[in-house]
């Protein structure tokens, strides 16, 4: 059965640092995708940055990238030079025929 | 940027009540889909919708739930009758391509509370 465990349920950085929210998955398929999705006090669900399972290269975007360990079944959020917009619950979310969510991660940035 | 809306924003119903949940996906999006998360805990699939049936839904998915895509732009999400234990956020998101193939894009939510 797919699960995505997210074991950090809080993390703390200091704006401008460098902050990493860890996820791993279980799953016997090869090709799916992967998400990090921010929900902030709004609750809405915004699309950080996804990983094709077949492409080997971490995806990017801006300040906020990978580390896509297949073999392990890991997929990490690298968050750089952190900002207080970056204050959020974050979800680790695997895509194969269904939508998996992990438990979230509530990031606080602090001044 | 294309984005996916949905309306109400909150909807307050009496326990046995109908509610109609509404969203509109994103226009040249295929796919469309229903989640919801319960405060406190993680966002749950409840179904997939795509050429006007469903594809897949969760065991949470019942009989009290169904799905619709009324028009062109609509998708809806009916629950019969309402219980306290479907208050809940309740996010639609779109697709171009089916899961697993491509990103779903998720609208705002609609945060209902059943009394």
């Known amino acids: 059965a797919q699960t995505v465990t997210q074991s950090q349920p809080e993390m703390s950085v200091q704006e401008a640092e460098t902050v990493t929210l860890s996820c791993t998955y279980d799953?016997?398929?090869?090709?799916?995708?992967l998400f990090w999705y921010k929900q902030p006090p709004s609750r809405q669900m915004i699309l950080v940055i996804r990983?094709?399972?077949?492409?080997?290269q971490n995806a990017t975007e801006n300040r906020f990238s990978v580390n896509f360990q297949k073999a392990a079944k890991s997929f990490s959020l690298k968050i750089s030079d952190s900002q207080l917009g970056d204050a959020a619950m974050y979800f680790c979310?695997?895509?194969?025929?269904?939508?998996?969510f992990g438990s979230g991660t509530k990031l606080n940035v602090k001044p | 940027e294309p984005e996916v809306t949905q309306t109400p924003s909150h909807q307050v119903t009496q326990m046995g009540q109908e509610v109609i949940l509404r969203c509109v996906p994103i226009?040249?999006?295929?796919?469309f889909y229903w989640y919801r998360q319960i405060l406190g805990q993680k966002v749950e699939f409840l179904v997939s919708?795509?050429?006007?049936?469903?594809?897949?839904k969760s065991e949470i998915f019942d009989d009290q739930f169904s799905v619709e895509r009324p028009d062109g732009s609509n998708f809806t999400l009916k629950i019969r009758s309402t219980k306290l234990e479907d208050s809940a956020m309740y996010f639609c998101?779109?697709?171009?391509?089916?899961?697993?193939?491509?990103?779903?894009?998720f609208g705002p939510g609609t945060r209902l509370t059943v009394l």
């Open positions: 998101a779109s697709s171009g391509g089916a899961m697993g193939t491509d990103t779903q894009y």
């Open positions: 799953t016997s398929e090869s090709d799916y995708y």
């Open positions: 990983q094709e399972a077949y492409k080997q």
């Open positions: 979310a695997y895509d194969f025929n269904k939508f998996y």
């Open positions: 226009s040249n999006h295929l796919y």
């Open positions: 919708f795509y050429n006007n049936e469903i594809s897949e």
